[in-house]
Antibody, heavy 120, light 107 residues
């Protein structure tokens, strides 16, 4: 079936980096942008950025510029988010999501989420 | 960035009730608004987009309205599975932003 499958939970120390993967299945990976959205405990979602799986192009929220890198590997239909210089306020659920409705930049398919905990 | 403000932040209702959640953008967003439902420990699920278009598979008791900077999500005849947190999201600006959420609880 159509789904996005994310990698498992991570625990990192402050200052470290984390890389989360998102594997697409059931649809043509290169046809739709993959976005990353994070959600701190008890908070609303926060958009991080997108990658175009076809071209490799990216765009990042200003808040994360210089600290996040979005990549993809089309051979295995997988998108990646790497976040550097982690701080305690980066503790959150990280979701990948697809924008799959033509003309509407909304998230119609989500991964199950990856919990990233930053703690010394 | 466009700020999205939802109200109320929480709401108690009973099965069978009709409820409305509002979302105000800091500027006009020309119907570029989506609503999501999120249950504990799960990813959000898309309910509506373009302010009032129902996503495939979503029950018709969910509806959306509004224009300019003011939008609303209405749920008629609440079902037990509708008790969750709801978020609005604007996509008028390429730096997409979400509301802070409305938690719908059973009275």
């Amino acid at each position: 079936q159509v789904q996005l499958e994310q990698s498992g939970a991570e625990v990192k120390k402050p200052g470290a980096s984390v890389k989360v993967s998102c594997k697409a299945s059931g649809y043509a990976f290169t046809d739709y942008y993959v976005h990353w959205v994070r959600q701190a405990p008890g908070q609303g979602p926060e958009w991080v950025g997108w990658t175009n799986p076809n071209s490799g192009g990216t765009e990042y929220a200003q808040k994360f510029q210089g600290r996040v890198t979005l990549t993809r590997d089309t051979s295995i239909s997988t998108a990646y988010m790497e976040l550097n210089k982690l701080g305690s306020d980066d503790t959150a659920w990280y979701f990948c999501a697809r924008t799959g409705l033509p003309g509407h930049d909304v998230f119609d398919l989500w991964g199950q989420g990856t919990m990233v905990t930053v703690s010394s | 960035d466009i700020q999205m403000t939802q109200s109320p932040s929480s709401l108690s209702a009973s099965v069978g009730d009709r409820v409305t959640i509002t979302c105000r953008a800091s500027r006009a967003i020309s119907y570029s608004l989506a609503w999501y439902q999120q249950k504990p420990g799960k990813a959000p699920t898309l309910l509506l987009y373009a302010a009032s278009r129902l996503q495939t598979g979503i029950p018709s008791r969910f509806s959306g309205s509004g224009s300019g900077s003011d939008y609303a999500l209405t749920i008629t005849s609440l079902q037990p599975e509708d008790f969750a947190t709801y978020y609005c999201q604007q996509y008028y600006n390429r730096f997409r932003t979400f509301g802070q959420g409305t938690k719908l609880e059973i009275k």
